[in-house]
């Protein structure tokens, strides 16, 4: 049995454990606003992009069409990107992400390929590195800017792309979590390079002029698709990690509060039985007179 | 009739609007759009798209970077990578 200074402490611990998680679950909360908005503002520019990707790839295709459309050929070297956040207290988000990625990597090694992890993010390096050791290739870190935008993108995309050229692998797997909800976020697997050929080819309709030609066109389409592929990813990720983050910290909150509660019942329980004893005791001798 | 103008960039849509005309600094030469345009892409070089938003108004000048034009019966929609007002 505690004595009653100890369980004061330790209400007072709790109680400020949970002011803790409260002002992250509310900071959480205004910043998965901003990063729905931002994940929204993104998508018309994604759509029309991939539309015209989808409409120049059918015109595109055999012998002309450029290697990060085609590929190498090969399909020894996988490259896995992971996506992860790189701040903690974001429940089960980062976890999910490293089994999807640990599942992918069994799946690939089980078929007989070489792979390699390049690493977004923080949270996934120390549980990767745990299972793979010597796979852990090139990183990028996302920590030093507050909100990652393009620019981040960019320097990712730019650094895959010459991987790519110098053919450090073949084929490059992106996972990264995608936001449903607060409550959900699942990890998903896509191809990012060579870029995936468009499942629905468009009627052409008109007669569209090309300046310089389709090839050129592509060609220079081609990284930026790749760019916006990760800029989407670098979107969901920051939804997700704050969607996670106000979720994990509501439910922190909730259990310190019943914990409070639990703690507070004990603390009135042994106060009242100290004062019985005290007043037993006064009668007692009370009665001895 | 006015033309319908897009500028889009990866974070967000800049310009949704109706105008006269846009000037667009392609590869190979800058080139005009007016309503009624044929259906046209081209690749940009970075510089000045000039929009005019009325016949003879001076124009309004954006800066863009890494850009893509594309000309179709819904008017003119410019992806760019980064734009500069």
């Known amino acids: 049995m505690p004595s009653l200074k100890e369980l004061k402490g330790r209400i007072n611990s709790v109680k400020s454990t949970q002011k803790i998680t409260k002002a992250k679950q509310m900071v959480a909360a205004a910043k998965l606003r901003r990063a729905q908005a931002a994940a929204e503002a993104g998508r018309p520019y994604a759509t029309r992009l991939s539309a015209v990707m989808a409409s120049l790839a059918s015109k595109v295709s055999g012998s002309a069409a450029p290697k990060l459309l085609a590929g190498t050929g090969a399909d020894a070297k996988h490259l896995l990107v992971v996506v992860n956040t790189d701040k903690g207290l974001c429940g089960g988000l980062n976890s999910n992400l490293v089994k999807a990625a640990r599942a992918k990597a069994r799946e690939l090694i089980a078929q007989g390929k070489a792979i390699e992890f390049y690493l977004v993010g923080k949270k996934g390096r120390a549980p990767l590195k745990r299972d793979f050791p010597s796979l852990i290739g090139g990183g990028f870190d996302t920590s030093t800017v507050k909100t990652p935008g393009f620019d981040e993108a960019e320097g990712i995309a730019n650094e895959l792309i010459a991987l790519f050229d110098s053919g450090a692998f073949d084929v490059a797997h992106l996972i990264f979590p995608t936001f449903k909800s607060a409550l959900a976020q699942e990890p998903t697997v896509t191809q990012l390079i060579p870029v995936p050929a468009p499942a629905e080819a468009p009627v052409a309709d008109a007669v569209v002029q090309y300046e310089p030609g389709e090839e050129e066109i592509l060609e220079e389409l081609l990284p930026r698709y790749v760019r916006t592929q990760l800029f989407g990813a670098l979107l969901e990720r920051e939804a997700s990690e704050q969607g996670a983050s106000m979720t994990a910290m509501d439910n922190a909150t909730r259990n310190a509060g019943e914990l409070i509660q639990k703690l507070t019942i004990q603390y009135n329980r042994s106060r009242q039985a100290a004062i019985t004893t005290e007043l037993i005791e006064i009668i007692a001798g009370a009665e001895a007179l | ?85």
């Open chain 2, 1 to 85: 009739m006015p033309l319908h103008f897009e500028l889009v960039t990866p974070a967000k849509l800049v310009r949704s609007e109706q105008v006269h005309m846009v000037v667009v600094p392609g590869t190979e030469g800058e080139f005009g759009v007016l309503e009624g345009h044929a259906p046209f892409m081209s690749t940009i070089r970075d510089g000045a798209v000039q929009i005019f938003a009325k016949d003879g108004a001076a124009p309004e000048i954006i800066q863009v970077r890494g850009g893509f034009a594309e000309v179709g019966e819904k008017g003119l929609t410019i992806l760019a990578e980064h734009v500069e007002a």
